[in-house]
């Protein structure tokens, strides 16, 4: 009976780790990848070997007569005895990733006592954008973004000092390779303006990492009376300047309309003296011009065509004397290569030939 009740009391203090000799801390440990982690295992009374094992890997053994045993680079153990009480200091430096796990202080024939130990790693935390400027009452948006962390890194959200409601933001992470990319978007309403901070942790770290920017908070733009002042500005100039555009309109189409009647005169003025000159050369009393085109039938004399200026020549030749109006073709067509020669010639009957050469 006695014998069971020893068991059980041995069997209690080995589960808790607490009453029994052997006690190791801490009993979790979070330490960032390449900086040291530190347990001390203490016990009372004597030991022989105390071994230290990572993941069941031994790492250490130290004798309580001679210390550590062997020698080894990246593990080391610090002697804190003092009087009855044995404590050794465990120290692993440069932690890495995969040592995550179980640490565990093994005393011979006594007890083993197991801690955990997780590596993390701590990234960048930066707010995207500068300084941002808010109307008041208007919602801001503030992204996050944390690169290079693990675990993923809790982000939070701090204005002005002060711990922001967690209902205003949404933090997501994902993992890429071994590491985790967190982003935080934070939806604020602009009152007053002040400092507002995203802040990254984990637990090996002591402090969070991180990132502030300036929320400048403007009043409310223009109030709706001086909007009606723009407006009515805007009509006026626009009223008067559509009011000017229809005067200078009108006056331009009344000058316009005079001078096509007065070129409507002219014009008539013209014909009317026209006339009278046909009729003056139709009575045959006058004789005809000159016609200083005219050339013998047969003849192939060149006249320059300046020469053929006349609207109109005549000729006589026996009794019967003809005016033909020739247009001035050869003026207008005098930068052009065609001369025109025209030979006008009467036969013994008084029949008219004409004979039009164009030479290029
Ligand atoms: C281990 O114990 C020593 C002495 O009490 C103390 O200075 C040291 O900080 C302890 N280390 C840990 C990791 O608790
Ligand atoms: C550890 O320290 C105690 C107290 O200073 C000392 O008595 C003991 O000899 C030391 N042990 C070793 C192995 O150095
Ligand atoms: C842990 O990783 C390092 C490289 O990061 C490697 O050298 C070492 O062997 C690994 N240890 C274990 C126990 O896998
Ligand atoms: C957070 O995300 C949820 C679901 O996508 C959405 O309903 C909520 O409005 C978001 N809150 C903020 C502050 O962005
Ligand atoms: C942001 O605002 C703060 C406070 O007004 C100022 O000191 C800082 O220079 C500003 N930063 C940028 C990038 O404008």
Redesign the pocket.
């Known amino acids: 009976m006695a014998s069971l009740h020893k068991f059980y009391a041995l069997l209690l203090l080995y589960l808790t780790g607490e009453v029994s000799g052997v006690q190791l801390e801490p009993l979790n440990a979070f330490v960032l990848q390449g900086s040291k982690a530190r347990f001390n295992c203490s016990l009372e009374g004597d030991f022989e070997v105390m071994g230290w094992l990572i ?1 069941g ?1 031994l790492a250490i053994t130290i004798s309580m007569q001679s210390g550590v045993l062997g020698n080894s680079q990246r593990f080391s153990a610090t002697n804190f005895s003092s009087g009855t009480t044995q404590r050794w200091e465990f120290i692993i430096q440069e932690v ?4 995550s796990g179980a640490v565990s202080c093994d005393v011979q024939n006594i007890q083993t006592v197991v801690a955990q130990m997780s590596v993390q790693e701590s990234g960048t935390v930066a707010i995207v954008g500068t300084n941002v400027t808010v109307t008041e009452g208007s919602l801001a948006e503030l992204w996050c973004v944390a690169p290079g962390w693990f675990p993923a890194p809790e982000l939070s959200w701090a204005k002005n000092g002060s711990v922001v409601d967690r209902s205003l933001y949404n933090s997501s992470s994902e993992l890429q390779g071994s590491m985790f990319n967190a982003t935080s978007v934070l939806r604020i309403r602009g009152d007053v303006s002040a400092p507002v901070e995203c802040r990254a942790s984990i637990p090996a770290l002591t402090a969070p990492l991180t990132s502030t920017i300036y929320m400048v908070v403007e009043a409310p733009v223009p109030a709706p009376t001086d909007w009606t002042v723009l407006i009515a500005v805007v009509v006026s100039i626009g009223g008067f300047a559509l009011l000017v555009l229809l005067i200078l309109g009108i006056v331009f189409c009344c000058k316009r309309r005079k001078k096509a009647k007065s070129s409507y005169e002219e014009e008539m003025r013209r014909a009317r003296t026209q006339s009278q000159l046909s009729i003056v050369s139709g009575s045959r009393q006058k004789p005809g011009q000159v016609n200083l085109g005219y050339v013998a039938d047969g003849q192939t004399t060149d006249i320059p065509p300046s020469d053929f200026n006349d609207s109109g020549y005549s000729q006589t030749n026996g009794s019967s004397t003809f005016v033909t109006h020739i247009p001035d073709i050869l003026n207008s067509n005098q930068t052009s290569n065609v001369h025109m020669r025209a030979t006008n010639t009467l036969d013994g009957n008084g029949i008219k030939n004409h004979r039009h050469a164009t030479i290029v």
């Open positions: 993941n890997r890495q990733r995969n040592d």
